[in-house]
Nanobody
Framework: QMQLVESGGGLVEAGGSLRLSCAAS????????MGWFRQAPGKEREFVSA????????DYADSVKGRFTVSRDNAKNTVYLQMNSLKPEDTALYYC????????????WGQGTQVTVSS
């Protein structure tokens, strides 16, 4: 089993920045693509960003392109999401997830960290 723990959320003013971290334990993330998702109150969970096991390829939702950057440090078993130019609509509970290479679904999820952006 893999455990994922997110941290780094908080309250920030519009235009500010936050860096989320997702620390994995139980298994190495080396064989996993890692993703970030978010869920705002009253809305469905949505994809934010993903990074391949090597970090060689990344993907972003259109709403965060150019503002968010995903990265990973396999030696530290940790994934990061740098969020810049934050907007009130970025307010949500942010989750990280792990998807084993060759599988279609994300099999492991963290509990989430709250990001609140004030206008």
């Amino acid at each position: 089993q893999m455990q994922l723990v997110e941290s780094g959320g908080g309250l920030v003013e519009a235009g500010g920045s936050l860096r989320l971290s997702c620390a994995a334990s139980g298994r190495t993330i080396t064989n996993y693509a890692m993703g970030w998702f978010r869920q705002a109150p009253g809305k469905e969970r949505e994809f934010v960003s993903a990074i391949t096991w090597s970090g060689g390829s990344t993907d972003y939702a259109d709403s965060v392109k150019g503002r968010f950057t995903v990265s990973r440090d396999n030696a530290k078993n940790t994934v990061y999401l740098q969020m810049n130019s934050l907007k009130p609509e970025d307010t949500a509970l942010y989750y990280c997830a792990a998807r084993r290479i060759g599988q279609q679904e994300y099999g492991y999820w963290g509990q989430g960290t709250q990001v609140t952006v004030s206008s």
